[in-house]
């Protein structure tokens, strides 16, 4: 499997690195709605960033990269609640402002 049932949009991040183990950046959609990147989906999203072993072990595989487009979020959310530990993780957040909308990057900490 490579995306999870209980959740719209979450993909099993392990299992795509697993299947495809040269794959650099992961590309979340959901057409026209969007995503709702609200509290519960960024804690799942973080459960999957783990998966992969945290920040100690983040060079061992080739993604680099994670983007959620057409994203809907809350700002004190991303960057209050959840963004010291996406970087614990290995992982840190900024905006990508795209012409029609945003889009939240979450991108390997380079060490």
């Known amino acids: ?49 783990l998966k992969l072993g945290g920040k100690d072990k983040i060079n061992e595989y080739e993604i680099k990269e994670i983007e959620l487009l057409n994203c809907k979020f809350e700002m004190p959310v991303v960057f209050g609640q959840y963004m010291e530990k996406f970087f614990n993780a290995g992982f840190d957040v900024s905006i990508q402002k795209k012409k029609y909308d945003k889009s939240l990057l979450f991108k390997a900490v380079e060490e």
């Open 1 to 49: 499997d490579l995306i999870r049932d209980d959740i719209e949009n979450m993909p099993l991040i392990a299992n795509i690195v697993k299947f495809f183990p040269c794959c650099e950046a992961l590309i979340i959609e959901s057409g026209y709605q969007g995503i709702d990147a609200n509290d519960k989906y960024l804690s799942i999203l973080l459960e999957e960033v």
